[in-house]
């Protein structure tokens, strides 16, 4: 292997989706594009899109759909021979990425053992949170998903961590499992290390965060600045996937609470029509909805705005966080893990998950305006810590790495 790295990235999103994997996936195949590697993607296709896109390899998919409406890939014979011959005519590959644990994850992982090349696994999904919070039936949902993954990927030992529900326990074995059939494991944050070293993945971890693009980080600051009125009601914003787990109508009902706010919502995803039919007469010109929307729109509206309403307690970091912070945009906030990612004094936690406790924080805030030029002048000392260059270096280095090491899968 020369200076440059042939990597395949495996996913269950096309990058021209929306959401948060998406957007840190596209600026890490950008970025590594930029250094002068090579970058091939291998995901589902883009509902509804036609285009083509030279470095990207669509996967066949089922007449199924995940839970944010985005079809599934399967690890099936016809895309095992599609992948095949995609790494005869693009190669020599040099190692797989894989960015998700589901079917796209999990080609991946079985191609790069047909090929004998290393791979390095990106985890980042709290789905046992996600599941047994949300699922509208935990355990069913966590076991079927438990028995499809360990059908292709097993996990021959049992995970010593005994602290979980039996719903837990079951939605951490395709996690546990991934992470322990690749070489390498890259997180975005030092608790979810924590997390998947106390149920037993000793392959390496490593800490590196999600970035975003710095020519869009770059584009936005010179096209907006910052901006404060204090007589006017406070400008909150809410950006994200409408799905249960990011709680966009909870963020509505607080909106609902607080008199003295407006809320812009950006966005789109299942729960779009629950989300219409939440905006009665009494909230019409207070809340608006703007669809989903290219990132540049949403970087723009964090320079305009006061605070962003980040109503979800299941992620492990968030790219609609590491925007923020880019963006000088003071964060309400509920879930304590992710006091890791928002610098300090750079966001207001509330004491509960509860739409009452974010009612309170943010009329607390709306009240004492005095507080968000601190919380921006906090935010300003990170604002370039969410930059793509700045974390580029630390995913090459696990890449060599794991190049250089070879495979070291035993079997779970």
């Known amino acids: 292997m020369g200076d440059s790295v042939h990597v395949a990235l495996f996913t269950d999103f096309h990058p021209a989706t929306l959401g948060g994997v998406q957007t840190a996936m596209r600026s890490l195949w950008d970025g590594l594009r930029g250094l002068g590697h090579r970058v091939t ?3 589902p296709p883009a509902p509804g899109s036609t285009a083509t896109e030279p470095d990207i390899v669509v996967l066949d998919s089922t007449r199924m759909s ?24 693009r190669g020599p590959i040099d190692l797989v990425h894989t960015l998700t644990t589901y079917g796209g994850g999990i080609a991946g992982i ?27 039936a935990p355990y069913p949902a966590a076991l079927t998903m438990r028995l499809l993954h360990g059908w292709f990927v097993p996990l021959r030992r049992q995970p010593p961590y005994a602290g979980d529900s039996r719903v837990a326990r079951l939605a951490w074995r395709p996690l546990i499992a991934q992470a322990q059939a690749s070489d390498r494991v890259i997180v975005p944050t030092r608790h979810f290390a924590r997390r998947l070293a106390a149920r037993g993945v000793d ?17 936005a600051r010179a096209a907006v600045e910052p901006t404060l009125d204090a007589t006017a009601p406070l400008r909150a914003l809410w950006c994200g996937r409408f799905s249960a ?27 779009v029509e629950r989300v219409r039919a939440a905006l009665t007469a009494d909230l019409t010109d207070r809340v608006r909805l703007h ?36 963006m000088g ?8 893990e992710l006091s890791e990612t928002i610098p300090e004094d750079g966001g207001l936690r509330t004491a509960t998950p509860s739409v009452d406790s974010f009612a309170a924080a943010l009329k607390s805030l709306a009240h004492t305006r005095e507080q968000i030029p601190l919380m921006r002048k906090a935010l300003a000392a990170h604002a370039d810590e969410p930059r793509q260059s700045r974390h580029l270096a630390a995913i090459v280095s696990v890449y060599r790495e794991a190049i250089a090491a070879g495979l070291s899968y035993a079997g779970g």
């Open 41 to 43: 993607v291998f995901c």
């Open 66 to 89: 995940m839970s944010n409406g985005l079809p599934v890939v399967l690890p099936t014979r016809a895309n095992q021979r599609l992948i095949d011959a995609a790494f005869a005519e």
């Open 110 to 136: 079985r191609a790069a053992r047909r090929h004998g090349v290393p791979t390095v696994q990106t985890m980042q999904s709290r789905d046992d949170t996600v599941i047994e919070k949300y699922s509208p």
């Open 203 to 219: 392959r390496p971890i490593h800490v590196v965060s999600n970035g975003i693009d710095d020519a869009a980080l770059e584009r």
């Open 245 to 271: 787990e990011k709680r966009p109508l909870e963020a509505i009902e607080v909106a609902r609470l607080v008199q003295d706010c407006t809320l812009d919502i950006y966005g789109s995803g299942p729960l």
């Open 291 to 326: 669809g989903e929307v290219e990132q540049s729109t949403c970087l723009h509206a964090m320079r305009t705005h006061d605070v962003l309403l980040l109503t979800s307690d299941c992620d492990t970091q968030g790219m609609v966080l590491l925007e923020a912070v880019a």
């Open 329 to 336: 945009l003071p964060i309400l906030y509920c879930d304590p």
